[in-house]
């Protein structure tokens, strides 16, 4: 796997190791092969399998991690390179899903009682997003990779 060649069935093997440490709760884990494999074999940004590893990625971040900030460039990659409607609207999703996370970290964290001595008021804008609604996933499974729940296996 450590070849510079893309390596088709040690990728699929590899993104079942993700999938199944994901599905099990283990996300950093999950992280941790999924960002060695997109580092050591990624077969292109627009090549399906990149899309589903950009996408699994994403979701470790947010539904895992509950880190959103560091999974918006996986769904942003995807959005950019990818040529699957359904992956691109997975992406939208994602990245909607982030911004209401990163909304409710932000008024959390404004809510949180101080126990700094009173300074200069911060700076915190949050500005509402709009998201255009977004077209029905067509089929069940689509809906669960969508709220990352659906193991995803390459053929």
Known sequence: MTSGRFDSDSFDQAYRAVELAYSEGRFQDAFRQADALLQQQG??????????????????HLHGLQQPELAIPHYQTVLESGNSV???ELAEQGLALCQEALVEKAVEKTNEPSTVAPGPAADLRI????????????????????QGL???VLG
Not at 48 to 57: E, G, H, V
Not at 131 to 145: G, I, K, N, Q, Y
């Open 43 to 60: 077969p292109g940004e627009s090549d399906p399998r990149t899309q589903r590893l950009q996408l699994i990625l994403g979701h470790i």
């Open 86 to 88: 359904t992956y691109r």
């Open 127 to 146: 500005e509402a997003v709009s998201v255009d609604e977004l077209r029905p996933v067509a089929t069940a499974e689509e809906s669960e990779l969508a």
């Open 150 to 152: 659906l193991r995803v």
